[in-house]
């Protein structure tokens, strides 16, 4: 008997990375990384990092806000290859600023990174963490390039209202949020406050002196309710300054908090969330009651409530 004849599939003959029939420009087109489109670009901004750090947490200074899992440090290379030459770097002319004493602050930046014309520079308190955080900023002059100085000009009020205040400056990209540089502690001295005698007052908060405040387990009762249905109340919380022309308006002005929507109640409970604000005791707290829009069932007026409160009263009531 003559054996059967078995059919051999031999695997496919291994063939070159690259086609043979590109030239050698085309072979490099296709193993260089793929770009995104030009028209495809997110920013960050001191303005849009706290609607960020509300909605996920704040965002971390050494992590990529975009493009990656948020609480992943950044990869760098070998630490035996990293030298300081190589390193981005953020310094400033001076060390100790005095107030009103002519004195010019220049930070001046060297980065060794990706730049882009959206690239910010923040001024933080030094025990400062968050982004969002910032005292001032500046964009303007900070235009994309690799190196750089620009000239900060530091007035009184309304953070330096100490004999000393400890800062820093960070430098953010605009694109990814990402750090790319810090300055050592800056001192500022106000000699102004001594004078004044400022400091010598105990048990006393400052009006000009910045405070931190949260808000938790706020509740509505007794909302307007429509004809046919009640509505779905939500809190919209700014702080503004004071009423009166004496009072300037701050970076930290126009902060801007938004709780929860409610569905189908006139006696609303936030249980659990918070709303942390910077202000100023002379600022003024905000709450408006607002009905969530649908265009199934329009209402005549979304609005159902304000409350103006200030932040000192706020204050003076937190027991302690």
């Given at each position: ?170 430098y953010y990209h605009g694109v990814s949020g990402a750090l790319r540089a810090t300055t050592p502690c800056i001192t500022v001295k106000n000699p102004a406050v001594l004078v004044e005698g400022l400091a010598e007052q105990v048990g006393v908060e400052h009006p000009r ?112």
């Amino acid at each position: 008997m003559r054996p059967s004849l078995a059919t051999a599939v031999l695997p496919p003959r291994t063939r070159s990375h690259n086609p043979p029939n590109l030239p050698v420009g085309g072979r490099e087109h296709l193993s260089a990384p793929r770009r995104r489109s030009p028209h495809l670009r997110h920013t960050l901004s001191p303005e849009n990092l706290r609607t960020l750090a509300e909605r996920g947490g704040a965002a971390v200074d050494s992590a990529s806000v975009i493009g990656g899992p948020v609480g992943l440090t950044r990869a760098n290379s070998d630490t035996d290859l990293v030298t300081s030459q190589s390193r981005s770097s953020l310094t400033a002319s001076t060390l100790e600023y005095t107030l009103n004493r002519g004195q010019n602050l220049v930070i001046t930046w060297d980065i060794k990174e990706e730049v882009d014309a959206t690239d910010w520079i923040g001024l933080y308190h030094i025990d400062e963490t968050s982004p969002s955080n910032v005292w001032d900023c500046k964009n303007r002059g900070v235009n994309g390039t690799q190196r750089g100085q620009i000239v900060w000009r530091l007035e009184p009020g309304p953070y330096f209202m100490e004999p000393e205040t400890r800062i820093c400056f960070k430098y953010y990209h605009g694109v990814s949020g990402a750090l790319r540089a810090t300055t050592p502690c800056i001192t500022v001295k106000n000699p102004a406050v001594l004078v004044e005698g400022l400091a010598e007052q105990v048990g006393v908060e400052h009006p000009r002196k910045l405070i931190s405040f949260t808000l938790t387990d706020l509740r509505s009762t007794g909302l307007k309710k429509g004809m046919f249905f009640n509505p779905d109340p939500y809190l919209k919380m700014s702080i503004h300054p004071g009423k009166r022309n004496i009072f300037p308006v701050f970076s930290h002005h126009g902060q801007e908090r938004r709780s929860a929507i409610i569905a189908n109640t006139t006696n609303p409970v936030w249980h659990g969330e918070k709303y942390t604000f910077v202000a100023l005791m002379t600022d003024i707290l905000y709450i408006e009651v607002k009905d969530k829009f649908a265009k199934s069932r329009p209402i005549i007026k979304r609005f159902l409530g304000q409350l103006a409160i200030p932040v000192q009263r706020l204050i003076e009531k937190i027991p302690g």
